[in-house]
């Protein structure tokens, strides 16, 4: 079991599910659009934004009841938010914790904005772009060396 933080007060605890804690400030409802959440499912999903934390200045964090992410989710929100962690609550406690990981090289997740692009072809070319800057997020395609950044990234999720 890992040590709660205070600031899991602000939100009621969840039974089963998925906290996405340490999320860059502000950006949580990026997460949320990431996970196709709308406010419509019927599970319940907490969100708390720019709480002061030890290790970052502010932060965001999603409590999301009943669900747990696809690795393809994870990938995307590592996009976006490089320090998040996503914890795995069960019966109330926390049985996994693990932070995303934001490779050097981001494959296949994002499409290059270039239409000329060989990644955009009908050729079996598979997108791979190189992390220029990690926060905010800046790609560089390996074919074309468009630039792709937050906001063109976030039109795809
Ligand atoms: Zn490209």
């Not at 906290?19 to 990026?30: E, F, M, N, T």
Request: hydrophobic share 35%; glycine share 6%.
């Amino acid at each position: 079991m890992f040590q709660a933080d205070k600031y899991e007060l602000y939100v009621k605890k969840i039974k089963n599910g998925t906290v996405i804690d340490h999320i860059s400030a502000g950006y949580a409802l990026d997460v949320l659009k990431i996970l196709n959440i709308t406010g419509k499912e019927s599970n319940t999903v907490g969100v708390v934004m720019n709480v002061q934390s030890k290790n970052i200045e502010k932060k965001d964090m999603v409590k999301i009841e009943g669900r747990e992410l696809k690795p393809e989710e994870v990938d995307k929100i590592a996009l976006i938010s490089p320090n998040a962690t996503i914890n795995i609550i069960r019966e109330y406690g926390v049985i996994d914790k693990k932070k995303v990981n934001l490779p050097k090289d981001i494959k296949g997740i994002v499409e290059c904005g270039n239409p000329s692009c060989i990644s955009n072809s009908k050729e079996p070319v598979r997108s791979i772009f190189h992390v220029q800057i990690v926060e905010p997020i800046q790609l560089r395609c390996h074919y074309c060396n468009r630039t792709m950044e937050r906001k063109d990234i976030l039109k795809q999720f």
